[in-house]
């Protein structure tokens, strides 16, 4: 379906091509742009029917991150939303709501030290098997901003020389959570475990549900490529960085409350725009249980 070249100075830096897909029956599928990100429509995520999970699912595989308007979710059902699509991930760090550790707190106010995913990242690589996917329910707003930006990393991938894809061919790259979560939610009273997740990860995988290639290294968790020196891995992963970042391939997505956000973690990289203080942003993600990357 995509194909990339540099060839010569014609023609954009990345060619995506974009193919015929089938129509959709039970939601409606409004790309907000042909390479990554798409609104659905017509569809109450409290009321779902098999058919129309079917067919968010295809949405998912084929837009990467999907988003959705004006839902009613309780918390139990948010939950239940997500484990129609498998198991739940435990976050290995941030807090969650009383007694429900699958369901995560996303909360910035004027008191916050930081918020949440404030750097290009995937969700948990550090897990020797990383989410899947995450589904972010944003219940306040702030008057403006708090946008959240997600970057298609089988477009960063194709958009690679076939030199440098080669280079990159069978190279693993280390991920830490240490750096990432050591200290960072005391301000919620979360006490430091001894050790948080630590794991080695193809730097190109593959999608286990498209068969595409995409990158999977990010600033957030990828420490180092293992086998090369320091320094020439401190420099490749820094052209992948910026690469990565282009905005050709990203879609930014202005939150409404009561809006979802959808994100396939296996091929998308996503930053959250703290640009909102002191307003409050706060909602809940459920995060979906993946599997060890290939
Ligand atoms: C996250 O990384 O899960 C936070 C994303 C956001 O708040 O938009």
Redesign the pocket.
């Known amino acids: 379906m995509q194909q990339n070249q540099m060839l010569g100075n014609r023609g954009p830096r990345y060619r995506h091509v974009q193919g015929e897909e089938a129509p959709y029956e039970t939601i409606t599928v409004d790309k907000l742009t042909p390479i990554i990100g798409a609104e659905i429509g017509g569809v109450d995520l409290a009321r779902l029917t098999n058919r129309q999970f079917d067919e968010i699912h295809r949405a998912l595989a084929e837009n990467s991150v999907i988003f959705f308007r004006d839902q009613t979710l309780g918390q139990d059902e948010h939950l239940d939303f997500g484990r129609r699509f498998g198991p739940l991930h435990l976050h290995p760090a941030a807090p969650h709501e009383p007694g429900k550790p699958e369901l995560m707190i ?1 909360h910035a106010d004027r008191d916050s030290p930081r918020a ?2 404030e750097g290009w ?1 995937t ?1 948990v690589s550090c897990d020797v098997e990383p989410p899947m996917g ?1 589904i ?1 329910y944003i219940k306040t707003c702030p008057p403006k901003g708090g946008d ?1 930006l997600f970057a298609s990393m089988y477009a960063a991938y194709e958009a690679l020389s076939d030199r440098m894809k080669a280079y990159l061919d069978g190279l693993t790259a280390h991920h830490s959570g240490e750096h990432v979560y050591r200290g960072t939610y005391a301000n919620h009273g979360v006490k430091d475990k001894d050790s948080y997740p630590r794991a080695d990860h193809p730097i190109v995988r593959t999608h286990p549900v498209t068969g595409r290639k995409g990158l999977y290294v990010n600033r957030g968790f990828t420490t180092r490529i293992n086998g090369l020196p320091r320094d020439e891995s401190d420099a490749i992963l820094r052209y992948l960085y910026e690469h990565m970042e282009s905005p050709l391939w990203q879609c930014r997505f202005r939150w409404r409350a009561n809006s979802i956000a959808f994100w396939d973690n296996r091929c998308v990289q ?1 930053r ?1 725009m703290w640009d909102y203080w002191p307003h409050v942003r706060s909602g809940n ?1 459920v995060t979906v249980a993946g599997d060890k990357p290939v």
Do not use: Q
């Open positions: 996303i949440n995913g990242h969700d995450s972010l959240t996503h959250a993600r």
